[in-house]
Each structure stands twice: as structure tokens, then as C-alpha cells.
């Protein structure tokens, strides 16, 4: 989802934590109890991500990148997993003792498979094993959870062998969504490899509308519970209307449904424009920017944005001042604009998503029509038709040649009674920037 030229090696060294953990397992008996160990490697570990958070804070008070703050603390979790896993293998159940019915792959989902992470984020940890997990498998992977969360991280787990992940995605589309957005941290990765490999042709294949409907159909439950509103005094950033949630959901549809793993390859797939690419990456960038600031600010992890932190949140932004706005005034303008593109880029790709199709899906909020296209004009307007029981537009120059179409789109619908085409609704998103002060 995410471009970044970012050496993260050089912000987080890894090298540093297992000198630190080496340490620590070099004075370790062998006949001694491992357990007797974790105190000490909390106290370690906590001190390196304690470093490591405070320089993610300043990295994002000096750029304001809020992906790159993200993607930073990813990569520091990912160090911490690969530093603990590396020391249980060595020290706590020594890879000499391993068969290979005893390997292990962990695995990033959910937001931290995309590799960004909030301050406060939960961990979602996926343990894939070749068969049943065996008694040194167990041990090893309950070492690392139990020292994971004496660090004070809320982590969702699960342990599965590659079957059992392809019979869940297929059931659940939550399990799905996760698997989709898997990604190999440490360990054998040759677990993760045919786990990637299988996925596609057995879980994927001929699946996309009915994962696309899944997830407008999550999407539209989690504004019922958020607010159907963009406009909400103190929005949610992560779940409500406008918010990173859409954003990922639409990633999701697109990852499934086009098979790409970039957001860039959007434009190629002609779902979205450049300008619309790029208004994609800063509408993320910003409520990125927002939300890490929201974690740190509040030492958890808050995604309603309220009256209490508004303020403090614009000061940390930098925003000033202006003839009749105030620093905290403009900060909510500007997130508001954010989320009313973030609802202009989900009409857009979902019009791409209705053109491409021709069967109905709820949360489009229209009927894709089965039968041939069957074109017919409109009294009283050359500019407008009726294309399979919706209205469309004639040619592609219809609001630039006369930007009042942009009102009378809305005029022939209401007294014809049909349905926007998507072709319509794409093109009038598109022109917003021929409304000026003649038009109003």
C-alpha cells in the first residue's frame, strides 16, 4: 500500500538489541530455568522500544510523515519479534533440538502486515507451523507471547499449519482479509511461501465479488455504529466516515479484486487517475500524521478525535492562526476536506468497480444491470441519456463545456426517477473544480 525510499536500519538498529540479548542468554545455563530469564529481557526490550518510540515521535515532529511513522514503528516491532524469536531459539529451546516438524513462521496481519503500526496498535501475530504444533513448538511460541505482553502490548494471536488457514479464509472473511494482508516477519519462511503460493488459486479465485460485497457491507455497519456523518464534531479517525478504515478497505477490495500490491498500480488498472493517486497517498499520509499524534499524545490508543485533544493535536501540526480561524479552526477544516476526498476517491473506485461489473452488489448503491446496453435520449437535453436504466452522460466534455450539467445531472434524475451511471458520477467528481463563483 505504501512507497517509501526509508532506510530504516539506519533509525533502528537491530544489531544493537541482540548485542543486548546475546548478553543476557550467554549467562544462561542450560539446566537452568528459561523463565528466570524474562524479567531481565523485558527490562532490555522495553528499554530499546522505549528508545525507538521516542524516535519515531521526533522523526514525526520533524517531517510530519505520518505512513513513515508508522512504517517506523512497524519495523521496530519487527526487530523486537526477530531479536525475541532468534533468543528463544538460541537460549530458551536451542535450535539443536529442533526436527522439523517443530518449525515456525511468524507472520504480520492485519495493519501490522501492511507494515505500519500506531503508537498503540495491537500486534496481530500469526504462528504457522507445519502440522499440529508439537510440545517444543508450543513452548517456544508461549515464551514469546508471555514476554510480548509482560512488554504491556496487546497482541492477537493464532497458530495454524497452512491448511487450516486456507479452510478458514475461505469461511471467514475476517481470517481472509488477514491472510491477504500476511506478511513473514522471521523464521521458516517456507511455511509463509506455501501459504502465499496456495492462496490465490484456492481461497481468491472466483471469489471477488463476494469478497468485495463482505467488505462495503463491514464498511457500511461501521458507520452505522461511528456516524453516518463525515462531518461529526469529533470524528473517529481510524473507523469513522472519511477515516483510515475506508481508505483500507478500499486497498483490500483492490488488492483482492486487481491483484495488485501497490496502490500506484490503481492508475494503470484505470480505477484511478494520477490526481487521484495522489490525492489517495496524502489523504492517507494525513490521517496517519493525525492518528500518530492522537497515540502519543494520549499515552493509547484513541481514534475519536475529541474536544480535549483537538487542540493539542493542531499545535503539534503547526497549524496557526488566521483572520477569523483559530490554530484548531483550520485544523478541523483541513481534516474535513481529508475525509470528504477520502469519500470522493471510494465514489470513484467504486464507479470503476459497478463498470467492470454486472451483477449487484450492496454497497454500491446501485443495480448492476445484466441485460445489453440500451441507449436512449432525454427530452430537453442533448448532454444527458438514459444507458440501462440510469442517467449518463452524452460525451466526456458534457460539464466543462457547461459546468451547470453539474446541477442538472441531479434535475434529470429527479424528474426522470432513474439511477446515476457510474460513468456520470465519476466525471462530475472529476469536475468539482469547474464550480467557481459564476457558477455558484
Known sequence: MHQTDLKLDQIIDPSALRSRLDAIGEKHRPDSDVNALRPQIVETIKGFMAEGRQTAEALLRVDGGGVRCAMRLSYLMDTIIRGLFDFTRAYA????????????????????????????????????????????????????????????????????????????????????????????????????????????????????LEFIQAKLQERDTRHEKTGQSRYLVEPNIKDGKGGLRDLQTLFW???????????????????????????????????????????????????????????????????????????????????????KEVG???????AALEEQQAKYVPGLNRIFMTFARRNRKIDGTSDFIVDNQRINIAHENVFKNDPVNLMRLFYFADITGFEYHPDAMKLATRSLSLIDNTLR
Open 253 to 339: 477490495i483492490a488488492k483482492y479484486y486487481y491483484r495488485v500490491s501497490k496502490t500506484d498500480e490503481l492508475v494503470a488498472q484505470g480505477v484511478f487517475s494520477q490526481d487521484e493517486y495522489r490525492q489517495f497517498m496524502k489523504a492517507e499520509d494525513f490521517l496517519w500524521t493525525v492518528r500518530c499524534h492522537m497515540h502519543f499524545a494520549t499515552h493509547k490508543a484513541e481514534e475519536r478525535l475529541s474536544f480535549d485533544i483537538q487542540r493539542e493535536i493542531a499545535s503539534r501540526l503547526g497549524y496557526k492562526a488566521h483572520p477569523g480561524l483559530s490554530p484548531v479552526e483550520r485544523f478541523m477544516k483541513h481534516y474535513f476536506l481529508v475525509a
Open 344 to 350: 470522493d476517491l471510494t465514489r470513484i473506485f467504486c
Open 93 to 208: 529451546y536451542p535450535l539443536s533440538t529442533q526436527m522439523a516438524g517443530e518449525r515456525i513462521a511468524i507472520v504480520a496481519v492485519g495493519g501490522y502486515g501492511r507494515t505500519t503500526l500506531a503508537p498503540g496498535s495491537d500486534i496481530d501475530l500469526l504462528f504457522l507451523v507445519p502440522n499440529r504444533p508439537t510440545p517444543i513448538s508450543t513452548k517456544t511460541i508461549e515464551y514469546i507471547l508471555y514476554i510480548l505482553w509482560d512488554l504491556g502490548l496487546k497482541v492477537g494471536h493464532s497458530t495454524r499449519n497452512v491448511d487450516e488457514c486456507i479452510r478458514l479464509a475461505r469461511a471467514d472473511f475476517t481470517i481472509r482479509t488477514a491472510v491477504l494482508e500476511a506478511r513473514y516477519i522471521v523464521g521458516a519462511s517456507e511455511l509463509f511461501e506455501e501459504l502465499q503460493r496456495r492462496f490465490d488459486p484456492e481461497v481468491v479465485k472466483g471469489t471477488g
